[in-house]
């Protein structure tokens, strides 16, 4: 297998229990119809891509080969992060044709979901080029995919937020109420986790003069209109990065950004999405 990543996949170990899992589903004790073809056929494959998109996903494509057979060959003619004109070869295959077949659906998956993630994200980054604002995204991510989804987004242009609750802290409604106030949840979590982010979401310039005076790494606007986006720039100015959330779409993106913000978080990223058009066709030798 010739595959180059240009950005960093999670460890062999997450990729090869996604596979896994992706197997048990859909192979269970065996491919039934694969069994029709002579044990001995040999086939070459094309994967061709139906759509303009960005890829991403090559490393969960080739664990899905590599786990059904590992004398398959992919020979790939685009990077995960490269954008492709709909009609582009995206890699030829090689291998026994009962291994191709069965792994096909696996790998298509895995390859049409990540590429329309690292799609939609270069969507939004577009469509704020120039403004210095950055595009996150968020925990909003398809179960057990995480990790996968997270690498798309960076293969599209993107940067990722926290990954899960337990590398970074973001202090919402729900937790200041129950710690009964900005000042006291901030504190806490200074103690508690002294080497993590904090970031704490405000809804209005009072709680964010509060998240200010807290000395908090980041504040998160929670659906700030556009006047109000500037105002909190202007009175933040500069002392703490600030990030805008909710209510966030390509329509609203660039002039969100154009108010002076730092990061702008897209959930859409990962769940508003519509899987890239891939057609795997094998040609028998």
């Known amino acids: 297998m010739t595959s180059d990543f240009p950005f960093d996949p999670p460890g062999h ?10 197997f048990a589903e859909d192979l269970g004790n065996g491919d039934a119809t694969a069994g029709l073809l002579p044990a001995d056929a040999v086939a070459e494959a094309t994967l061709t891509c139906r759509d303009e998109a960005v890829i991403a996903g090559a490393p969960w494509f080739d664990a899905c080969f590599q786990r059904m057979d590992p004398a398959v060959q992919i020979d790939w003619q685009v990077r995960d992060g490269e954008r492709v ?25 895995f390859l049409q979901l990540l590429s329309a993630t690292a799609t939609a994200t270069a969507a939004y980054v577009a469509a704020v080029a120039g403004t210095g604002a950055r595009v996150l995204d968020t925990r909003k991510t398809v ?15 993107g940067h990722n937020h926290r990954i899960g ?20 949840a901030a504190a806490a979590a ?29 504040i998160m606007l929670d659906n700030f209109d556009v006047p109000l986006m500037r105002e909190a720039v202007q009175l933040t100015a500069g002392r703490v990065p600030l990030e805008v959330s909710g209510n966030v779409d ?3 993106i660039g002039e969100y950004a154009r108010t002076g913000v730092d990061f702008v978080s897209v959930g859409a990223l990962t769940k508003h999405i519509h899987a890239v058009d891939l057609s795997l066709r094998l040609h028998v030798t």
């Open 13 to 22: 170990e997450w990729i090869a229990a996604d596979v896994e899992r992706a």
């Open 85 to 109: 004109a709909p009609g582009t070869v995206i890699c030829r295959l090689s291998g026994h044709a009962r291994s191709l077949v069965s792994a096909e659906r696996s790998a298509l998956n």
């Open 143 to 157: 179960p057990g995919l995480r990790l996968a989804q997270k690498y798309a987004v960076r293969c599209g242009g």
């Open 165 to 184: 609750l337990y590398d970074a802290i973001l202090v919402k409604e729900n937790h200041i109420i129950a710690a009964g106030g900005i000042a006291p």
């Open 190 to 218: 200074r103690q508690l986790h002294p080497g993590l982010l904090l970031e704490v979401e405000v809804e209005n310039l009072d709680e964010l003069q509060q998240a200010i005076a807290a000395g908090v790494d980041r």
């Open 250 to 252: 390509l329509r609203s």
